[in-house]
C-alpha cells in the first residue's frame, strides 16, 4: 500500500486501486483487448471487450504497472503501447497525483476483433 502525507493526516492507497485505475486506463485505447474465460489457461479467447490485466506496485515514488493485454490485428505495436503508457500515467497522475510511473506492458496475443464489438472495432 502507498501512502499519501497531507498535513491533515494521511492517506493509504491499496495497490488494487493503482492497478484498477491502469487497467482501465489501458482499456480506454481502442487497439487493446484482454484474455477471457478459460480454466489454467486452456481455452481463453481474445476479448476487446474486457479491461486487460494490471498489476502495481509502489516502489518509494515510483508506480510500477504490469500490464498483459492483448491488440488487434493489424495495429502499430509500438505506438499502441506508447498510447497506453500515456494513458495509465495520465489517469494515475489525475486521480491519484503519481507523478513517477513505469509501465511495463507484455503483449499476449493479436488478434482481429470479431463482429459485433462495436467501437472496440478499427476503422
Given at each position: 500500500?502507498?501512502?499519501?502525507?497531507?498535513?491533515?493526516?494521511?492517506?493509504?492507497?491499496?495497490?488494487?486501486?493503482?492497478?484498477k485505475?491502469?487497467?482501465?486506463?489501458?482499456?480506454?485505447?481502442p487497439?487493446?483487448?484482454?484474455?477471457?474465460?478459460?480454466?489454467?489457461?486452456?481455452?481463453?479467447?481474445?476479448?476487446?471487450?474486457?479491461?486487460?490485466?494490471?498489476?502495481?506496485?509502489?516502489?518509494?515514488?515510483?508506480?510500477?504497472?504490469?500490464?498483459?493485454?492483448?491488440?488487434?490485428?493489424?495495429?502499430?505495436?509500438?505506438?499502441?503501447?506508447?498510447?497506453?503508457?500515456n494513458?495509465?500515467?495520465?489517469?494515475?497522475?489525475?486521480?491519484l497525483?503519481?507523478?513517477?510511473?513505469?509501465?511495463?506492458?507484455?503483449?499476449?496475443?493479436?488478434?482481429?476483433?470479431?463482429?459485433?464489438?462495436?467501437?472496440?472495432?478499427?476503422?
Open positions: 500500500m502507498a501512502q499519501l502525507s497531507l498535513n491533515r493526516g494521511r492517506t493509504t492507497v491499496n495497490t488494487a486501486v493503482y492497478s485505475i491502469a487497467a482501465q486506463a489501458a482499456y480506454k485505447v487497439v487493446v483487448g484482454a484474455a477471457a474465460g478459460g480454466i489454467l489457461g486452456l481455452g481463453k479467447y481474445k476479448d476487446f471487450d474486457r479491461r486487460p490485466k494490471a498489476k502495481a506496485e509502489v516502489l518509494g515514488q515510483t508506480v510500477v504497472i504490469g500490464l498483459d493485454l492483448g491488440l488487434s490485428y493489424p495495429s502499430n505495436v509500438q505506438q499502441a503501447c506508447e498510447d497506453v503508457r494513458m495509465v500515467a495520465a489517469d494515475l497522475h489525475q486521480f497525483g503519481v507523478e513517477q510511473v513505469q509501465v511495463d506492458i507484455r503483449v499476449s496475443w493479436m488478434s482481429a476483433p470479431e463482429e459485433g464489438t462495436g467501437n472496440r472495432r478499427l476503422r
